[in-house]
């Protein structure tokens, strides 16, 4: 256990993400980040299941992704700046996951902000 | 030589691009949040510095988890801002001061911060996002930036202290440059924010407020605290504060603020904050009247 993440476990809802994670979750994370590049993107939604498959990802991580499962996604050691690259890919915006991860609709997360018309 | 003449705490949120290539200067929503980099920019035109060392994180975009290093140090006269997926932003490419760069950076390597070197290689909204805000872009940038990525991403993180140690290595170093430039120091990152699991949205005002005066006057205190404190008091992403502490290790002990601006409209806690070195009156008070009781 890293010393500096000590009582990390405490906070629900907050998932760390090292290199322990990291090493488990690489092909997920690679297959995220590639959503930077056009050729890929484009590869992607044209076939999904021929891109999944040439990143080498497992059954449970395709069937995340297919579900388009924020929450399960992060759960399973997506890191979150790769993800957001893959949300533009389905067209959601960063305001809309987080809504989707604290299980509230859109309205309803914007109504809990300080400044609901900033979006 | 080169000289530090002050610093500057920014965010970085990658929304402060959008809003500002979307011309959303005025838009109530978003006008406290431009109007609070005014005074700063105003700073920055008046002091002409020749140079910005940027403190700033890649988001996975220029590294990945693969090979993801824990400092690195821009050298070149260009950088292209980075296409993060959604597409070019319409500003110059950053400009570079090789010279000033390889000077820090081997300044720093000699005082043991081993760092990754990057060169030819984009920067993405942890430096493009608030530089518009700061500097004119129009036709080019007025002066140079020596980046400095630090891993906020992916665990083992530099601890705070380690990062504060790093300011003052960036202080020896601009200061044994032999050339007369002004350099200012800026930090981003933070400050409250969570932007993953069910804890998203998690902000803590009380928190930001304090962090900022200790981080002004007991900037050692905050070089205490694990990545877990950070992720506790501020949410999990605030960590990237010890980004801020990076900065505070590379002025003097004495700082003055000339300006905050802490505005939380949505997830983030943008703020930015400048300071100079110096005192600020209160300080002067009480030294003046201790100095003045009679022995």
């Given at each position: 256990m890293n010393p500096q993440l000590k009582g990390i476990e405490q906070l629900s809802g907050t998932y760390a993400f090292d290199i322990r994670i990291s090493n488990k979750t690489l092909k997920l994370n690679r297959f995220l980040w590639k959503m930077i590049g056009k050729e890929w993107r484009e590869r992607y939604l044209a076939?999904?299941?021929?891109v999944m498959q040439e990143a080498g990802l497992n059954d449970t991580e395709?069937?995340?992704?297919?579900?388009?499962?924020?929450?399960?996604?992060?759960?399973?050691?997506?890191?979150?700046?790769?993800?957001?690259?893959?949300?533009?890919?389905?067209?959601?915006?960063?305001?809309?996951?987080y809504a989707i991860m604290r299980g509230e609709s859109f309205e309803e997360f914007m109504q809990t902000r300080r400044v609901p018309e900033s979006r | 030589m080169a000289k530090i003449i002050g610093c500057i705490g920014t965010s970085h949120v990658p929304t402060i691009g959008v809003a500002y290539d979307k011309g959303r200067q005025n838009d109530p929503a978003w006008a406290p949040l431009f109007e609070g980099y005014k005074p700063v920019a105003a700073w920055l035109a008046e002091k002409k510095p020749d140079a910005l060392v940027f403190i700033y994180n890649d988001h996975a975009t220029t590294f990945f988890f693969d090979m993801y290093p824990t400092f690195a140090l821009g050298v070149g006269e260009r950088f292209p801002v980075a296409d993060e997926g959604a597409g070019l932003r319409n500003l110059p490419a950053i400009k570079g001061n090789v010279d000033l760069q390889c000077h820090i950076a081997e300044s720093l390597v000699n005082d043991e911060f081993d760092l990754t070197i990057f060169q030819e290689k984009p920067i993405d909204h942890g430096c493009a996002s608030p530089l518009p805000l700061l500097w004119p872009h129009e036709p080019d940038w007025p002066g140079a930036i020596v980046p400095i990525a630090v891993n906020v991403l992916q665990y083992p993180l530099p601890t705070a202290r380690r990062c504060y140690k790093l300011g003052q290595a960036i202080r020896r170093a601009v200061e044994s440059y032999p050339e007369d430039l002004k350099v200012v120091i800026v930090g981003t990152g933070g400050l409250s924010h969570q932007i993953h699991g069910e804890r998203t949205g998690f902000n803590n005002e009380e928190w930001d407020l304090e962090f900022l005066r200790q981080l002004q006057f007991e900037p050692e205190k905050l070089t205490q605290l694990?990545?877990?404190?950070?992720?506790?008091?501020?949410?999990?992403?605030?960590?990237?504060?010890?980004?801020?502490?990076?900065?505070?290790?590379?002025?003097?002990?004495?700082?003055?603020?000339?300006?905050?601006?802490?505005?939380?409209?949505?997830?983030?806690?943008m703020t930015v904050v400048l300071f100079e070195e110096g005192e600020e009156p209160a300080q002067q008070a009480a030294r003046s009247s201790t100095a003045s009781v009679p022995a």
């Open positions: 076939d999904p299941e021929a395709k069937e995340l992704l297919r579900k388009q499962d924020w929450l399960g996604l992060v759960q399973y050691g997506a890191n979150f700046f790769v993800l957001e690259k893959f949300a533009r890919v389905a067209r959601k915006t960063n305001l809309e996951v | 694990t990545h877990a404190d950070f992720v506790r008091l501020g949410g999990a992403e605030s960590v990237e504060q010890i980004m801020w502490l990076a900065m505070r290790g590379a002025m003097p002990e004495k700082i003055r603020k000339l300006h905050q601006n802490y505005y939380l409209a949505t997830t983030t806690a």
